[in-house]
């Protein structure tokens, strides 16, 4: 129905940078609402940043000046790019995107759908 495919995780020296992308493919009639969240071990998924279909963005306060994030409209795709990554921010990332999609028959469902996720490790 409606896949989120991430890609651009890995490992980096605290205090450098990292590009995590994601795009959404399927029987898409309006992408809404994309966003990051990130979780660790025994911790519950949390925010990182949105971005509504307006441009408008949202930052978690530990990552405000170092995070931004942007969508391709014409891809159905966002990224994040960040800056000035600390050990903390070792998790794994997950893309999010509120989606209008058409089933087979063509009706209109909504819905929220996760990427799989990719782990971003920040050494010391």
């Known amino acids: 129905q409606v896949q989120l495919v991430e890609s651009g995780g890995g490992l980096v020296q605290a205090g450098g940078s990292l590009r995590l992308s994601c795009a959404a493919s399927?029987?898409?009639?309006?992408?809404?609402?994309m966003g990051w969240y990130r979780q660790g071990p025994g911790n519950e998924r949390e925010l990182v940043a949105t971005i509504e279909n307006s441009g408008s963005t949202n930052y978690a306060d530990s990552v405000k000046g170092r995070f931004t994030i942007s969508r391709d409209y014409a891809k159905n795709s966002v990224n994040l790019q960040m800056n000035s990554l600390k050990p903390e921010d070792t998790d794994v990332y997950y893309c999010?995107?509120?989606?209008?999609?058409?089933?087979?028959?063509?009706?209109?469902?909504?819905?929220?759908?996760w990427g799989q996720g990719t782990q971003v490790t920040v050494s010391t």
């Open positions: 399927g029987r898409i009639v309006r992408v809404d609402t």
């Open positions: 999010n995107a509120d989606v209008l999609s058409m089933l087979e028959d063509s009706s209109p469902v909504a819905g929220r759908y």
